[in-house]
Every structure is written in C-alpha cells, then in structure tokens.
C-alpha cells in the first residue's frame, strides 16, 4: 500500500479526522461525487477522494497501487490545478493553507493568514494537532504555498481535465504558470497594481 492509500484509508477509517479535514481545509471526503465526469488527455484514470462545499473536487491521478498518484482539484467553474505530487503533500497543503484556493485569486498569503487567525484565533493549535494526528510534517506557509505554486506549474499539458465530449474544452488552469507570475502571487496584496 503507498503512502496516500494508507493515508486515505485512515482518514476514511477516522470521522473525527476526516471532520477537522473538512473545517476549515474544507476537503469533505463525504463529497465525493464530481459535478461532472472528468479524463486526462494522458488517459490516466481520476478517482475522486474529496470535495469542497464550492462544487470541486479532488482527484487522484493514476491507477490504485501505483507510486506516481499527484492530487488534482477541479472546481464547479472550470478551472482546475495539480495541489500535491501525493495526497501526503496534497492534505498538508490544505492543513497549512486552507486558503490555498485564494492564492489564485491573487491574495498575499500574510493577510490570508491574518484573517484566518482573525476569525480562528485557536488555527495554528488545530493545526499543528491534526498534522501531528495525521503523522505529517509541519511545513511553512510559504514554503507549502511555493510547493503549490511549483506542483501546480506541472497541471499542463498532462492533468487539464475535460469533459469526453467533443464538444467541451478542456479546464482552463486555476494558477498561471509563468515563474514571475507566481512569485508574485506569493507576496502581492490585491490592489497594490492600482
């Protein structure tokens, strides 16, 4: 069994896991269903694992069993992205930086982490818990969001879904991949370009 089908089995096998994963990384294993079926032009099969309460979903990419599983999210729009090379990578992703959406939209992660704590004053015990429960490491929010932004480079040309009907373009991706573009992404506050 390979690390993320162990670590998918246990937080399958713990409610009380799978519940903190939910709020406020909002990963729900209990959305599983897609709003529409998805391929890869590689043909690699998707398997959903997880949903959010927007309409996405979360994705492992390849067969069961194999190594090679990175984590793809697809949203209800039509963007989509690479978040991890694993689900081990892809779930700390989300516990270090439930924002992690917001970063696309251009949001520094300073003042998403500000409001975060604003709101959840008790985030950063929570978190270190749940990482501790899942035998994760702890990771910097910079550094989990550069590994973000350098997983998500690699979505094109092989993980941009689309629906199997000619008809349908394929999702646009949900992070640019331009090295200057995600730099900036990391420390830009929306409205400093004005």
Do not use: N
């Amino acid at each position: 069994m390979t690390a993320s089908d162990a670590l998918l089995r246990r937080i399958e096998q713990d409610p009380p896991l799978a519940a903190a994963l939910a709020w406020p990384g909002d990963f729900d294993i209990d959305r599983r269903g897609p709003l529409e079926d998805l391929v890869l032009p590689t043909g690699r099969p998707l398997h959903p694992i997880a949903g959010c309460g927007a309409g996405g979903t979360y994705f492992l990419c390849g067969e069961r069993g194999a190594e090679d599983r990175p984590v793809l999210y697809a949203d209800s729009e039509g963007q989509a992205t690479l978040i991890g090379a694993d689900l081990v990578e892809a779930i700390t992703l989300i516990v270090v930086l439930p924002f992690w959406r917001d970063l696309a939209k251009g949001f520094a992660i300073s003042e998403l982490g500000s409001d975060l704590r604003a709101d959840h004053p008790g985030f950063d015990t929570e978190r270190d818990r749940l990482l501790h429960s899942l035998g994760l490491v702890s990771t910097p929010e910079e550094e989990a969001a550069a590994r973000l932004l350098a997983v998500a480079a690699r979505t094109a040309p092989d993980y941009v879904p689309r629906v199997p009907d000619d008809d349908y373009l394929p999702y646009e991706l949900l992070f640019p991949s331009g090295p200057a573009e995600r730099s900036r992404r990391l420390t830009s506050v929306p409205g400093d370009d004005l």
